[in-house]
């Protein structure tokens, strides 16, 4: 059985009264009602420290939202992987369409950044995902296996399912659009199938998470497919009641 994740991508949002109020309800709502979902936060870099301390014994862990693929050294304005693994995060956001589209990632640099991550034993969550362009000419599903098989060509199957995929159609982040359960679900299923052709039995433990306007009040119809295994949850992991619900409609 693949245990359920969610994870909020805070994006660059916050401050640190935004962090104290926000952890502070997350708290006491997983604590209240939440053992079957993991739940991670990715906050800012800034606001890490602070996070985890704040989550300090309690089942939430903390992520990080990008990484640079060097070891640490003149690489200035950048973060290492050593340095995520030292302020204790587990996760980290890899490859997302932002950082793509906004900062020109490749798809090559998004499979060195996954590899840093592996080798900081720190969980990549690997981001995929077609833009509208793509989806209406019918490319998605040859977009997202090039995504995907640039981080397996250099990483190999072996990284799941301690690395961790999330479909994020580009055209639904942040647009109140999400894609329907059975878009996401056929997404999903070629995602799983993608690495079934490597390794079957390592396919079916892989948590592959979807993300796009994943909001309480669609989140159960997204998450009740048998492909999706939990969200990558951008503007509703912003309010503490949003979140929960979120993560409630996982258990
Ligand atoms: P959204 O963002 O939930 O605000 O659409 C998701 C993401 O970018 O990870």
Redesign the pocket.
Known sequence: MRRSLVVG?W?MNGSVVMTDDLLTGLKEGVVRSLSAVDVVVCPPFLYIPLAVQMLAGTAIEVGAQNLDIHKPGAYTGEIAAEMLKEQRCSYVIVG???RRALYGESSDLVAQKVKAAMAAELKPII?VGETLDERERGDTGRVVREQLMSVLDLNGVDIFPFAVV?Y?PVW????GRSASPDQAQEVHALIRESIAELNPVVADQTRLLY????KPENAQGIFSSPDIDGG??????LVASDFLAICASME
């Open positions: 991508n994006k997302h369409s932002e981001c999330a994020e639904a982040i942040g647009t993300g796009g306007s994943v990558l949850i951008g503007g509703a992991a």
